[in-house]
């Protein structure tokens, strides 16, 4: 009590009282949706990301490194979810002011190639190269697996093309580049209807003589081992762990996967001298990542504190109708085609200008949401059915609740919107509206702080709750002007926090469904 008399009521407060072993402070109501609504119009996309919680942050260079798929194998679910959960992490980085380069780092050297030269110069044509790369490429690589497992000859020749790639003969490689620029042209457009770029296409490739440098380097500080096979080892345990040896160099001298990691990172750091590199791949590859930041740590470099691995979990069963997943483009197109499907079937669809796009924003948005929802280091059973449900918390029913409101400012007009009386808006909807906006920040914050999505996501689908049932209760047409005014620009400002999130974690929102 004595606690209560001391304190008084101000502007934001408005009244004070105590409980058992509580004080209660009443926050003026009217002050607070005035704030909240003109911070949320005024600050635009910006809003929440001025919050103090984030002031005083000082600007990064962050490299993200995401998706890398192989040229020439499948792209299959896990490149996926690395591609979504990449682009967020570099979306939020990007919006919190940091300077961010997002890498690609393609599966485009190794053994495979020579099977696919081999390949290609007995099964290839020059035409199914050049219309349809990735599938291509994909048909001769697996058709010269099954000869070469038969007939020694073709195993022999593929070796012998891969041995001409790392001398760097002309002819091998000017075969190669075309099937990676082909690959790489092809992926683009693909990526762009995934509303996903990149800064640098980089690759295993890349790093051919740097991977021979950092054996070098290694061998100089004594870390190097020779074993009775021939190949290279490092003990990252120094007393023969065997489960902390990393093997660095093949017995004839060719570098592997980890060896090209090194190379990359000491190679990403004298370019773009970076303050945070992330590695977006699944949790299979944790340890391969502890045993590079170790090795780059034991070779002498301080920066390798610096670099992280955020690893996610497994996707079982995702299917499309042309069996197992090949290619991203069977599961955007997929999407598509369910998303059509549903939207015939449903009588409130408009007519749209372009039913192909829109179908495919929201079949993406409920793709992503699927995928935030949960900790990414869980493994989940892929249902399209779950995907595409129409009640329920999905990237459909943000989708639909942006499109929504968006028409209703349409309908309405932004005549109202000039000034608007605050006191219009005391209902309980309107306030737990007005407090869930105030919200915003502390939940980008929490994101910022763990890279999960799935905070994001569970404050997108509250607020489209709430609004779905404000805009049941609160009605705008009939009601007086100044009602009516406040009334929509609170549905204004919900829309606008709506896409600012799901521009974060990667989605279009859409205006008409």
């Known amino acids: 009590m004595r606690l209560a008399e001391k304190l008084k009521c101000d502007t934001v407060v408005s009244e004070i009282s105590t409980g058992q072993g509580t004080v209660n402070f009443k926050i003026n109501r009217e002050l607070l949706t005035k704030t909240v609504l003109q911070q949320v119009i005024e600050d ?12 005083g942050l000082p600007q990064k260079r962050i490299v993200v490194e995401f998706s890398s798929p192989n040229v020439a194998k ?21 919006a919190l002011g940091h300077q961010v380069t997002r890498i690609n780092y393609l599966g485009d050297w190794g053994m495979q190639f020579g099977l696919l030269g081999t390949g290609f110069q007995l099964f290839g044509y020059e035409e ?17 697996n099954k000869e070469a497992a038969d007939d020694k000859n073709v195993a022999q020749s593929a070796h012998e093309f891969f041995q001409r790639l790392e001398l760097g003969d002309m002819q091998a490689l000017a075969l190669w580049q075309k099937f990676r620029d082909l690959s790489i042209e092809e992926y683009m457009r693909i990526y762009k209807r995934l509303g996903v770029h990149f800064d640098e296409y980089s690759g295993e490739s890349f790093y051919r003589e740097k991977s021979q440098e950092v054996l070098k380097l290694l061998d100089s500080k004594g870390l190097l081992q020779k074993t009775l ?9 120094g007393n023969g762990d065997p489960s902390s040896i990393c093997t660095v160099m093949r017995s004839d001298g060719t570098s592997l996967y980890a060896t090209r990691d090194l190379a990359a990172a000491i190679d990403r750091m004298e370019k773009y001298n970076f303050d945070k590199m992330i590695y977006v791949t699944d949790k299979g590859q944790k340890k391969h990542f502890q045993q590079v930041f170790q090795m780059l740590q034991i070779m002498g ?37 369910r998303m059509l499907q549903n939207m015939a079937s449903i009588k409130t669809t408009k007519e749209l200008e372009n039913p192909q796009e829109t179908a495919e924003q929201v079949g993406l948005a409920a793709l992503i949401i699927q995928d935030f929802r949960g900790f990414l280091l869980s493994d989940y059973q892929f249902s ?29 007009g932004c005549g109202y919107l000039n ?12 306030v737990s509206i007005l407090q869930h906006l105030l919200r915003f920040d502390e939940v980008l914050y929490r994101s ?47 829309r606008s926090v709506l896409a600012n999130g799901m521009k974060l974690l990667g989605i279009t929102p859409v205006c008409r469904m």
């Open 44 to 55: 635009g996309s910006k809003y929440g990301l001025k919050s103090e919680l984030f002031s």
């Open 74 to 94: 499948k792209f299959h679910v896990g490149h996926l979810r690395s591609t979504i959960i990449g682009n967020f992490i570099a979306n939020l980085k990007e």
């Open 128 to 144: 199914k190269l050049q219309s349809s790369p990735l599938q291509h490429l994909f048909e001769v690589y697996v058709q010269v």
């Open 229 to 237: 096979k021939g190949t290279a080892v490092v003990d990252l345990s």
């Open 301 to 337: 470099y301080d920066w390798a504190e610096r670099c992280q691995h955020v690893p996610f979990g497994v996707v079982q069963g995702m299917k499309t109708r042309r069996g197992d997943v090949t290619f991203l483009e069977d599961v955007l197109n997929e999407i598509r085609l």
């Open 384 to 412: 399209w059915d779950r995907v595409f449900q129409s009640r329920g918390d999905t990237g459909v029913f943000l989708q639909y609740t942006h499109a929504r409101l968006h028409s209703l400012e349409e309908t309405f």
């Open 419 to 430: 000034d608007f009386n605050t006191a219009c808006l005391q209902e309980p909807q309107s």
């Open 448 to 494: 910022s702080q763990d890279l999960q999505p799935r905070h994001i996501v569970s404050y997108l689908l509250t607020l489209s709750h709430l609004a779905a049932v404000a805009h049941r209760t609160l009605h705008i047409r009939n009601s007086p002007p100044e009602v009516a005014g406040a009334r929509l620009h609170l549905f204004r400002a919900v």
